[in-house]
């Protein structure tokens, strides 16, 4: 979907239709929520945990200093 169509909707990872995936915020913990909104916050929590974070490069590979230390 482009971010101009209007019939633009949620879906889970097995492309089921979601109403709303913010109203889980009001539920005080994940178990007073009923059981398919529960599942439907566990995996998108554990989506959201696993994602990729990219290595952080401090240096440039193959850098050396080019010029020395003097006392």
Excluded: Y
């Excluded at 696993?50 to 200093?65: L, M, N, T």
């Amino acid at each position: 979907m482009f971010l101009g169509e209007k019939n633009q909707h949620l879906t889970t990872s097995q492309g089921s239709p979601v109403g709303d995936n913010q109203k889980f915020a009001n539920c005080r913990r994940i178990w007073s929520c009923p059981n398919p909104r529960r599942s439907f916050i566990r995996k998108k929590l554990a989506h959201f945990n696993r994602e990729r974070v990219p290595e952080r490069v401090v240096h440039a590979k193959g850098a050396r200093c080019s010029w020395r230390f003097s006392r």
